[in-house]
């Protein structure tokens, strides 16, 4: 029995070691296969076929590198959390900055009133160095935080991507929600025509819908649909916000190792100086 209680926490133990070891090993093996998707999705941004704007259809692309020895990662920039029929980007360059917004843009976002907004404009803790330390803000709590944080960043000058900036989003920089609908609706329909400035590629670029530069937008939106006056001048105040290419960008990595799935990864980079500025492993 003396024995037979022994063998059993020895194999109990022998269990653990081996499940640490796995961990371990997956852990280990996950970390460069990640390395490798950051430097992958380096090179492709500074090869960008589009240097001056990122659209939709650009950046919901997902991409899979396999390996030797069953080794592969994926990366993407849609949200897996979204909807199939609507999935969502994660783009930093599309959400509002905590750190450089109006107490009137933050008064506009889920679950935030002006009271609220005013306190995070006045907290000693701005600029924040993350969207998780406004909690510490008095008056912002888990339940309020929850409904606004995938829409505000603390990364970039303000500028908002138009291609991929979010309804809500729209909302709360100042449109109505009619605007809102169409702005996004006339993006997804809108072919863009190649300029003569951009690299000819082999092979030739894929045509993608979006909006390609903001010169024009409001006469476009005109003939796309009609438009009040009071939109259109909400429309013209608020062009100097947008921008169409992305300057800061936020994608996932799944990593393979040896054919099983491993770490997650979620990484915040600024593509032109090559810089990463966060990274989140689960």
């Not at 296969?33 to 950051?38: D, F, S």
């Not at 959390?81 to 994660?90: A, F, L, Q, R, V």
């Not at 008095?138 to 138009?162: H, M, R």
Request: hydrophobic share 40%; with cysteine; aromatic share 8%.
């Amino acid at each position: 029995m003396i024995l037979g209680i022994l063998g059993l926490g020895i194999t109990g133990l022998v269990f653990q070691e081996i499940r640490f070891s796995k961990a371990y090993s997956r852990l280990i093996t996950s970390l460069p296969l990640a390395q490798g998707a950051l430097k992958t999705v380096f090179y492709l941004r500074e090869k960008d076929a589009t240097p001056t704007y990122d659209t939709w259809d650009e950046l919901s692309k997902e991409e899979k590198v396999s390996l030797c020895a069953n080794n592969s990662y994926r990366y993407f920039f849609v949200d897996k959390n979204g909807s199939k029929d609507n999935p969502e980007i994660i783009d930093e360059s599309s959400l509002i900055n905590l750190n450089l917004a109006s107490v009137e843009v933050l008064a506009r976002l889920p679950g935030m009133d002006e009271d609220l907004a005013e306190a995070i404009i006045t907290s000693n803790l701005r600029p924040f160095s993350t969207i998780n330390e406004v909690l510490l803000v008095e008056g912002i709590t888990k339940e309020i935080f929850l409904q606004f944080k995938d829409l505000v960043t603390v990364y970039g000058l303000g500028k908002v991507n138009i291609n991929t900036v979010s309804k809500p989003v729209l909302v709360a920089l100042g449109l109505d929600a009619e605007v809102a609908d169409l702005l996004i609706r006339f993006r997804r329909e809108n072919k863009i025509t190649p300029l003569d400035t951009e690299p000819i590629t082999d092979p030739p670029v894929t045509p993608t819908y979006g909006i390609s530069n903001l010169g024009g937008l409001l006469n476009d939106l005109r003939k796309y649909d009609d438009l009040g006056l009071r939109q259109e001048q909400d429309l013209l105040m608020l062009l100097p916000v947008f921008e169409v290419k992305s300057e800061y960008s936020r994608f996932n990595v799944i990593t393979t190792p040896g054919g099983q799935e491993g770490m997650h990864y979620s990484i915040i980079i600024h593509p032109p100086t090559k810089k990463v500025l966060s990274w989140t492993e689960y």
